[in-house]
């Protein structure tokens, strides 16, 4: 028995129901699936790796902050498209950005704000499975909504998606994006309430970079050389369409979790990529619903990371392995040049994702890995104004099914309860009585990650009060920079420390396991302005 839950039943009183019910043979209702394509049936590296296109302007806008100013503007149509993953299958029924999975890669500067228009011209069904009983998801909201959320983006609180801010088919919302923050990856998905797993799984996400005079003097890898893999993993059908698991019980599909066996990259499976022997930069992001990454090149040269979520780390780090959450980024370099003539495979896990074909000869690499690249000043804790404690709780049925998943025992429509001050300073411990690793993400903000801690679990149910286990650990290597994404490890107390700095006004917090999310895993925040 899962000590977590041992613990929320005892906590609930419920525990004598719940073993009663167990002994008298109630089960958990197997899971219906269509039949799955089992995707490692599939020949490996047989598509060349998509690249994704880079959106482009349409025209030019007064910027909402500076009128006399025109500023880019963009717009971007939300379709329903047919794409082929794998030269094998049947054309897949996906949603994208610019009828594309991934959508268009936004190319941008620090300090150039953009408009985008985000139409939606999807279908008025949805093809996935829609779980009414989730809130926010009930029989009469419209089935077909979204809202685009630039995940890393300081972004005013009206353009940054909020998830009831949805709109339905033959609607558009324009957003800014003013961008006045460090070079680094973000990406934009959908983020509608209640649904936002569905919408995500059908295609809706693409990569968002921002670039800055700092980055440009590193000389890193440019160009053809720098290439974005967003990384997700999917379920198909024998007909090669998406299957998104249900639980089996009608009036509650949802699933607490979905891992597929198909991991795609630029939404493609098993790609394979033609690479001169030289040094290449690879921005990856895991886009997956629930999947964890641990890649690894195990034929093939170290990583070395010179980035995370929210831009440069301070120094590069050598890595074997590269662990990324949902929702996290590496920025990666890869030196190919001792490997001319070789085949590389990417693999997460035991399993291949993607092949490199390393040409024997290629141009001089005038690319340079530096020693170090941004500095990133530690944030004294002496700083934070506030420390709050967050837990993490997940609430099962009598039957140990995941029913719910919380954050500080609160849903997502109760009084805002998180409202810290504008240009404060908060830690943020999180303390995860679950045995999962949620990973957990703020909005507008960027962050670094203090330790974690383990913490007696038991303990915490019955007084409420935090027994730690053991010395605290401080962060990954790679971790060392700014983030907007942390990995909170079961029976852990992982601490962040944020200063809220740009905008005041109402945002989210929330898990971004998607399932867990949509389920309440998920609250607003609120930025005061003092
Ligand atoms: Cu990547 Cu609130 O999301
Ligand atoms: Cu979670």
Known sequence: ??????????????????????????????????????????????????????????????????????????????????????????????????????????????????????????????????????????????????????????????????????FVPAKSATCHYPNHQDAAMLWYHDHALGINRLNVFAGLLGVFLVRDDLEDALELPRGKYEIPLVVCDRIFDLEGQLNYPVSGDPNKPWVSEVFGDAILVNGKLFPYLEVEPRKYRFRVLNGANGRFLHLSLPNGPVFNQIGTDQGLLPAPVRLDRVTLAPGE??????????????????????????????????????SVLPASLRPVPKIAEAAAEKTRTLSLVEVDDCVQRPMTMLLNNAHWNMPVTERPLRDSTEIWELVNTTDDSHPIHLHLVRFQILDRRSFDIGAYWSTGGLKYKGAAISRDAGEAGWKDTVRADPGMVTRIIVRFEGFAGRYVWHCHILEHEDNEMMRPFEVLAR
Request: glycine share 8%.
């Open 1 to 166: 028995m899962r000590l977590t839950r041992r613990a929320f039943l005892h906590y609930s009183g419920i525990a004598t129901m719940a073993a009663a019910l167990r002994q008298s043979g109630s089960h958990r209702p197997a899971p219906k699936f269509r039949t799955q394509l089992n995707a490692n049936s599939l020949a490996p590296f047989v598509d060349p790796l998509p690249i994704p296109e880079i959106a482009q302007a349409s025209s030019y806008g007064p910027s909402p902050t500076e009128p006399a100013m025109k500023i880019p503007y963009y717009r971007i149509p939300m379709r329903q498209f047919e794409s082929k993953v794998h030269r094998d299958l049947k054309p897949t029924r996906l949603w994208g950005y610019g009828a594309c999975f991934p959508g268009p890669t936004f190319e941008t500067r620090s300090g150039q704000g953009l408009l985008v228009e985000w139409a939606n011209q999807l279908p008025k069904t949805h093809f996935l499975p829609i779980d009414h009983s989730i809130h926010g998801a009930e029989r009469d909201k419209p089935e077909v909504r979204t809202v685009v959320h630039l995940h890393g983006g300081k972004v005013p609180p009206e353009s940054d998606g909020y998830p009831e801010n949805w």
């Open 329 to 366: 980024r590496a920025d990666l370099i890869v030196d190919f040049a001792a490997l001319g003539g070789n085949r590389i495979v990417l693999k997460n896990d035991a399993f291949a994702v993607m092949q490199f074909r390393v040409a024997q000869r290629g141009p001089r690499d005038s």
